[in-house]
């Protein structure tokens, strides 16, 4: 199985700060990468997927970039919405895995 | 819009079964594959099983091959997971998830709660 690690797990940062976190993959994944928002007591959302392909409705503060084994999800400028659990996805090889989340926390 | 309601949850004896559901609306059912996803209170999010569009492929975690089984029932727009020998690490809130290109999950239940406890 394709281990993910996310860094890093814990992230405090204030608004309007630009925040990177990264994923790391055990094996190379191609682009074949997503990044989730979560909050507490909610589904997960959709951000980014193919590691740099904004979802739809997503706004463009956030972007991805990565390949081979590594990732990472950038938010340009914090707003207080974004304060959440971020997770990233492999489905580059069955089993599908996520990372363990990155929790970004206001300062 | 789409729309995905999870239902079934409920606490459970360990050996036990139970059968959870996912009634989807707002797309083509038929043209997209579907996923269960879990999360443990207060964990991360571990995948579970897909199934293709056409219902005759399968995928699923490790953890739980052999003891649960995803379906769906085109006719109804419902997607199931058959879950048996159930053991308390199976505790978690389970999602249903689309599937767009890919493997990626577009839009998510609100998920529905399994506790596993004697």
């Known amino acids: 199985d394709i281990q993910l690690t996310q860094s890093p797990t814990f992230l405090s940062a204030s608004v309007g700060d630009r925040v990177t976190i990264t994923c790391r993959a055990s094996q190379a994944i191609s682009s074949f990468v997503a990044w989730y928002q979560q909050k507490p007591g909610r589904a997960p959302k959709l951000l980014i997927y193919?590691?740099?392909t904004l979802h739809s409705g997503v706004p463009f503060r956030f972007s991805g970039s990565g390949s081979g084994t590594e990732s990472t999800l950038t938010i340009s400028s914090l707003q207080p919405e974004d304060f959440a659990t971020y997770y990233c996805q492999q489905v580059h090889s069955d089993p599908i895995t996520f990372g363990q989340g990155t929790r970004l926390e206001i300062k | 819009q789409v729309q995905l309601l999870e239902s079934g949850g409920g606490v459970v004896q360990p050996g036990t079964s139970l059968r959870l559901s996912c009634v989807a609306s707002?797309?083509?059912?038929?043209?997209?594959?579907m996923h269960w996803v879990r999360q443990a209170p207060g964990k991360g999010l571990e995948w579970v099983a897909l199934v293709s569009n056409d219902g005759k492929n399968t995928h699923y975690a490790d953890s739980v091959r052999g003891r649960f089984t995803i379906s769906r029932d085109d006719s109804e727009n419902t997607l199931y997971l058959q879950m048996s020998s159930l053991r308390p690490e199976d505790t978690a809130f389970y999602y249903c998830?689309?599937?767009?290109?890919?493997?990626?999950?577009?839009?998510w239940g609100r998920g529905t709660l399994v506790t596993v406890s004697s």
């Open positions: 998830a689309k599937q767009m290109g890919g493997w990626y999950n577009d839009y």
């Open positions: 193919a590691a740099s």
């Open positions: 707002g797309f083509t059912f038929t043209s997209f594959g």
